[in-house]
């Protein structure tokens, strides 16, 4: 069993430590004796068939343009079917409004997604800007938010889940995040995956169930992990 | 230079600079802190323009340090050199760096009139306040070091930052010196259409100790200004700092007016490091463009420090450049920089309890990854216990997530135990575990600084050295409690 990691645009897309999921994926696959190895890929290289998981992060603004239009045609085409058949994928922020119909900005031009999730985005009158906490089918989750976009669901959209504390997908509906078959997106950052085992290994599972039928993780030692997400949890609540 | 004006009666200015001495000291008296930042509020209600009008009166003008990394250091080396030279110096030395904190500071160093008791002004400036402050006062010189991804919950995004940097410098008049790094690409794509004197520095030391093999995870701004290729790099010293050149258009860093050489570091201790400027800096009226005249005789300025590591070569550049931009000469340079002490949490060394602790101030990745290459560039991992202090209060960045841009992977190396606190020392111990770092290594402690550095000098053997590297407002709740046992002085002495 070998997993492979598909890091979309990891040098462009890269701020706000998003790093810290693949190197949680990455551990805790080795940690179970599973080799992972993680490939970019970048502006103009297609989608390798081999990839299991996929990491999306968010970029800067004038870096997202790039991205959204290196994903129009065959790229973003073969990325949507890959996910239609069951790859997993974890999308934050800017990779996660990439994967909806796309992004209206204050100014200049729309940014138009791939459309796999029935969600659309547009630039709000505000920044939110702050831990989060949100409850979840994976339990509690934990992470912070820094976003403009106010993103608004399809009614056949299931959310991540809902906010407990922090904003969300748009300060209105209480909603955070999106899920559709394996694919999970969200605007938490922290990083989101090393304060949330739980939804790392659900992630990890998923994507070796594809190619490997149902696999039984063995359960790690998660007191460090377990800690953070207890202490990230209580300066939420006492931050906003 | 420009002739100052005499001061006239200026009642609400008096009225000010009175409010804001009283508030200082009954601050100081209640033992508050230091008073650094209050008297500027207090001050800017009753007259908003205090600022302005105090810095106008410095009869030799104002320097104005900007930066992501290094600001403190340059602008303490900057007021040394400048006393040395025999100016007296207003500065805002306790690092309070937002537009109140500078206004306070120069208020402190004036009389009731407004007039100063002070020839120059040498301002530390936060980079969202840049614009501001730079408004307001009106430098005759700015010093700009770097630009790196730096708590984005408080400044965005590093174009951002760049983006109202540019704005700002572009309304400024023609007369005044913009000194800045050339290995930034960043700061050399804002400066280029300026037509104000410029001068760049920078490094240029062929030993690849010094050079990175490829981009590090936390650099940004690698790509061109000006086409939006990915820039390439003959040399690279630290994140996306060096001799850089765009494979696309033609940009490539500018001629370096003075160039640091023949670098030699020594441990977490001293540095040595030469710096290369030619004549054409000390002219009376230099060439708007210095890259486009002839060669000139070459100095070479020897320079001895006792401060560390490779980010500090780059401080050291960036203060005699602004130096040599105003005129100082070069055995004052030597001098003053020879006896030049840390900042309070920059490299300081403590005696607590007969240890002596190094505490390292982290505050962004670049920042954190380029003291773990310090701590570690001879001896592989680290060698000596270690404590991270993380917390995530506003002045250090509400969101953690930075320390996964940060190459903690270094650490898995080496025997040393790594020890964690503050409010978010849970984060910073998952961080390492991730990193590698093996489990009987690592020693979460508790939450509480004062606890946990009890039970972290209980772990190191008497006589020997131990490392703290806290963020900023940690660094602060240290500084205090080894104050309180008296291991040090409260900073604002300093």
Known sequence: ?240 | MRIKRLARPDPRLSAALAAAKLTGVAIRQLGRGGGTAAPGVVADRIDPNLLTKVADRLPRGAIVVAGTNGKTTISRMLADMLEAHGWRVAHNRSGSNLVRGVAAALAARSSLTGNPRADIGVIESDEAAFPEIVRRVQPRVILLNNLFRDQLDRYGELNTIATRWSAALATLPDHITIVYNGDDPTLSAITEPLATRRIAFGLADQNRLFHLPALPHAADAATCRACGADLSYHVLYASHLGDWFCPRCDRARPHLALRGTDIHLDGVDALRVTVDYDDRLNASHPDRDTSSLQPAPEHHLHLALNVPGLYNVYNVVAAVAAAKAIGLDDQTIAAALAAFRAAFGRLESVNFRGRTLIVALVKNPVGFNETLRMLTIETGGLTVPTLIAINDLDADGRDVSWLWDVDFELLAQGAAPLFTTGLRGADMANRLKYAGVAADRLHPLSPALANALDAFIETVPAGQTAYVLPTYTAMLGLRRTLADLGAVETFWRQ
């Open chain 1, 1 to 240: 069993m070998h997993l492979t990691i598909g890091w979309l645009y990891g040098t462009k897309m890269n701020i706000y430590g998003d790093r810290g999921n693949i190197l949680t994926l990455e551990q805790r696959a080795r940690w179970r004796g599973i080799p992972a190895t993680t490939v970019e890929i970048g502006l103009g290289q297609p989608i390798p068939a081999e990839v299991d998981l996929f990491f999306f992060g968010g970029g800067q603004d004038q870096e997202q343009i790039a991205v959204s239009n290196d994903l129009q045609g065959t790229k973003g085409e073969t990325l949507k079917a890959a996910l239609e058949e069951g790859a997993a994928m974890l999308a934050v922020c800017g990779g996660y409004q990439l994967l909806g119909h796309g992004y209206r900005p204050h100014e200049g031009p729309f940014l138009p997604g791939i459309g796999f999730f029935n969600l659309a985005t547009e630039a709000g009158p505000e920044r939110f800007i702050g831990n989060v906490v949100v409850d979840s089918p994976f339990g509690e989750l934990v992470g912070f938010e820094n976003h403009s976009g106010l993103t608004t669901l399809g009614p056949d959209l299931q959310p991540l889940g809902t906010v407990r504390v922090g904003r969300g997908n748009n300060g209105r509906d209480g909603t955070e995040g999106a899920r559709c078959h394996n694919a999970v997106g969200c605007y938490l950052h922290g990083a989101l995956l090393p304060k949330n085992p739980q939804l790392a290994d659900w992630l990890l599972t998923a994507a070796l169930r594809r190619r490997h039928g149902e696999v039984d993780l063995p359960r790690l030692d998660d007191s460090h992990e377990l800690t953070a997400h207890a202490s990230a949890v209580e300066r939420a609540l006492r931050t906003r």
